[in-house]
């Protein structure tokens, strides 16, 4: 255990079926006109989600302005774009509405429309300016339609700048939702493989987390519950949507994945994700972290068992009476049991059309756009062990 830590977790968190009303009501709302940014699918206004929060805005006293422009894995240039707009509108707050890609599109748009510049200006990483803002962000309201990326629960944002091949995560104080409306209800919609890879998504900041070396007692709860919950619920949800308790364990486990990631950090598994999808948008995030999942951990595991027995029993997985390696590989058991149940097995790096060469490439960008979360994995992994991870992934 480690008990030397730094807690801070600011965001009000209003969870629970039907809670999305209570936007209507809530002395919450943290100001009196927003922008409402949405992806560009046209999903949020089919399903009726986006009238009824301008409604709920209204009957709270708040105007709203909307944007509508967000794509999965989202880029530089729709921030700057919803900034503007911000901007011109004189917005007081930013409120999100769908999943990651959105909320960390509201987040990044809050500070840039309070900020000067560009906002890779203010990226800490790869070619970023390495500034800090000097205005802070306009407060923010997350309101996540799926259990994924927690980003409701964390400061955290990721942003692409495609020209460079650069996805990036970044944040501050200020990115932290001020207030965040977790509604499982919302959540009904998703369908089965998005369900997938969103809950994969969590299960991995859950794990991730635990394992990072900066973990700390509270996450560590949180951690190994949510690897619990997705482990149960995740394939229930995945055969069936419309099953509410699983759709409301998940949602749990996935805000709690978030705050996991406020408290401890994610470590390299992300780094090379994001080399991924940065080179191939086409890949969902939560199925690029799945393809490289069993090579990685694996990798890990057998030159670090600590802490994986922990994670095999949260998965249910008999570690009982084993040496700690085997204690340690039950975890990768459990891993491939999921992945399996789950419909992900077949999915392969090279059905994306991704080369044998392009995996150096992908190494290389690990380390320079997201080199700092190699200091935190618990193995130290040179340029050569990511090339063979991936290999592994490639060729399993
Ligand atoms: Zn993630």
Known sequence: MNLNFSYYMPTRILFG???????????????????VVIGASGAMKKLGYLDRVIKLLKDNGAESVVYDKIQPNPVCE???????????????????LGGGSTLDSSKSIAVMAVNPGQYWDYIARGSGGRKTPPNGALPIVAITTTAGTGTEADPWTVITKSDTNEKIGWGNNFTFPRLSIVDPELMVSVPPKTTAYTGMDAFFHSVETYLATINQPASDHLALEAVSLIT????IAVKDGTNMEARTKLAWANTEAGMCESLSCCISHHSMEHAISAYYPDVAHGSGLTMLSVSYFSYLAERNPARFPDLARAMGEKAEGLPEKK?????ITGLKKLIKKIGLKEEKLADYNIKKEDLRTFAENSFYAMGSLFDITPVKLTL???????????TD
């Open 17 to 35: 079926c039907g809670k999305l009303n209570e936007l209507g009501t809530t002395p919450y709302l943290p100001g009196k006109k927003a922008l």
């Open 78 to 96: 729709h921030v700057e774009e919803g900034a503007a707009v911000a901007k011109e509108n004189g917005c007081d707050f930013v409120l999100g």
């Open 232 to 235: 149960k619920y995740l394939p």
């Open 327 to 331: 204690q340690a590989m039950a975890f």
């Open 384 to 394: 050569d062990d990511v090339v063979t991870i991936y290999e592994k992934a490639y």
